[in-house]
């Protein structure tokens, strides 16, 4: 599975190159796929390609960002107007049109929650920057009454998983924007073997200095993806205002 693409084509290539290798029957994209600088328009290509062979997807909080009235901040505005300037208007529309969850045998994707995109499951945002771990009886009274074995979600930028009841909580790794200080790009695989599910997370290194360049050379935005990208943090995005997982 892969989330948070945000716009980065050269950390979505290296991590399409490990997927495919891995031939999976199922790819499943959990959103937040076009909100970045580096080469928005092919990573919405690429996704939009993959859609089209049998990808599972959900929206995401920055697809929402693409509804009228969408953006907070003066520079998401900002950022909403050269995308959509630079952008296939009918790849903008397609995953602003995203579902909010999606099923396939047994597993239940949803980008936060089930219930929101900008809300998140195992992690919980604290002011500061910091995540703690959800309340396990907060996390067991949403997931039991949705009957799912498996429930994927991205948004966090931070990969783990644990076992609430009978469910299996996965929160995928980013592909991009990292939060951990590991700039490489990040993938998460769900194997079914003799009835138990199995997660492994992989992290891919990628052409950081190529995407930097192309961020530089095609937008106004290089610096701040420059920062984001090199130092795999969140310390230094745009201008102070992240419309991201926290609430």
């Known amino acids: ?25 199922l790819i499943v994209n959990l959103g937040d796929q076009a909100e970045g600088s580096s080469d928005p328009a092919r990573a919405l290509g690429i996704q939009a390609e993959l859609a089209a062979a049998g990808a599972l997807e959900v929206r995401g909080n920055n697809e929402e960002k693409l509804w009228p009235g969408g953006r ?17 208007p009918a ?57 799912a074995e498996v429930v994927l979600c991205g948004h966090t930028h931070r990969a783990g998983t644990t076992r609430v009841g009978d469910t299996l909580l996965v929160n995928a790794g980013s592909v991009s924007d990292q939060v951990d200080g590991d700039p490489r790009a990040r993938w998460t695989r769900l194997d079914r073997v003799n009835g138990q599910w199995a997660v492994t997370f992989h992290a891919v290194p990628y052409d950081i200095e190529a995407a930097v360049t192309w961020a530089c050379t095609h937008t106004p935005f290089g610096d701040g993806e420059a920062k984001l990208l090199r130092t795999g943090t969140m310390d230094a995005r745009g201008d102070g205002v992240w419309e991201g997982p926290q609430p």
């Not at 002011?127 to 703690?132: C, D, I, V």
Request: net charge negative; hydrophobic share 45%.
């Open 1 to 25: 599975m892969i989330s948070d693409v945000h716009g980065n084509a050269f950390a979505l290539d290296a991590v399409l190159r490990e997927v495919r290798a891995a031939s999976p029957d």
């Open 72 to 88: 907070r901040s003066a520079l998401s505005r900002s950022y909403g107007a050269w995308l959509a300037a630079h952008t296939d």
């Open 91 to 147: 790849l903008l529309a397609r995953v602003a049109a995203l579902p909010l969850t999606a099923r396939a045998e047994g597993l239940l994707a949803c980008h936060g929650t089930p219930d929101s995109a900008w809300d998140s499951l195992l992690w919980v945002w604290d002011h500061g920057g910091y995540y703690r771990a959800r309340d396990p009886r907060e996390l067991r009274a949403t997931l039991d009454p949705l009957g």
